[in-house]
């Protein structure tokens, strides 16, 4: 069964940067489309960026041109890396596959604060 374990969150003032990485258990990752996912305070848990098999991206509006998704799949992992971080970026991060597969993970909080 393939695992997915988040890391790199923290806390962090506005406008600052983050790097979040996943790693996954099993290879069969290299076949999926992955995503970055998040949960903020009394929310549902929202898609927020996607890459494809071969390196095609998307993101949701609200992080356009601020956080970029990259993927290594020698390494079975996934990044997001967070540029221009706001309050409202505050979450706990999950990665997954889209459509999601694989168990959730523990994920990776993220506190935009001063």
């Known amino acids: 069964q393939v695992q997915l374990v988040e890391s790199g969150g923290g806390l962090v003032q506005p406008g600052g940067s983050l790097r979040l990485s996943c790693v996954a258990s099993?290879?069969?990752?290299?076949?999926?489309?992955m995503g970055w996912y998040r949960q903020g305070p009394g929310q549902l848990r929202e898609l927020v960026a996607t890459?494809?098999?071969?390196?095609?991206?998307n993101y949701a509006e609200s992080v356009k041109g601020r956080f970029t998704i990259s993927r290594d799949n020698a390494m079975k992992s996934v990044y997001l890396q967070m540029n221009s971080l706001k309050p409202e970026d505050t979450a706990v991060y999950y990665c997954?596959?889209?459509?999601?597969?694989?168990?959730w993970g523990q994920g990776t909080q993220v506190t935009v604060s001063t």
């Open positions: 099993g290879s069969i990752v290299t076949g999926y489309t």
């Open positions: 890459i494809t098999t071969t390196g095609n991206t």
């Open positions: 997954n596959s889209r459509p999601t597969r694989i168990g």
